[in-house]
């Protein structure tokens, strides 16, 4: 999960959940799109400002749901194809686990799941 400078385009990074995208993916989308508001590279970011993403799976709809919730107007998926995805395969695991290797991003991965929690908590999604 990260956001990065490639060109001229920012591109927030929100893969490699490890079969989780389901469980943790409201959070991770909602931490993944905070780093893009906030990345010194987004610095002309509007909320008009077109948003493509690549990727209809899971993680995919949780990000372009979360911005559309953050009053991002024009926002467009693309995918190889809609059927048949790994998301329709992994529903029900919950391993809020960091697949990192790295110590400090377990606190992250709590958090995040702390925050899909809440979002499926919530019922008026």
């Not at 995208?21 to 509007?46: C, H």
């Not at 998301?87 to 991965?109: E, F």
Request: hydrophobic share 35%.
């Amino acid at each position: 999960m990260s956001v990065e400078l490639i060109g001229d385009k920012v591109v927030a990074n929100n893969y490699g959940h490890g079969g989780s995208g389901w469980t943790l993916g409201p959070g991770s989308a909602n931490y993944v799109n905070k780093l893009l508001i906030e990345s010194k590279n987004s610095s002309d970011l509007t909320k008009s400002t077109p948003i493509t993403i690549i990727g209809g799976g899971a993680l995919g709809l949780f990000s372009a749901y979360d911005l559309v919730q953050k009053g991002y107007k024009d926002i467009t998926i693309v995918s190889e194809r809609y059927d048949n995805l790994t998301s329709h395969n992994a529903g029900g695991l919950l391993a809020p686990v960091s697949m990192d290797n790295n110590p400090g991003m377990q606190k992250i991965i709590n958090k995040i799941g702390i925050d899909a929690y809440k979002f499926f908590a919530k019922k008026d999604y």
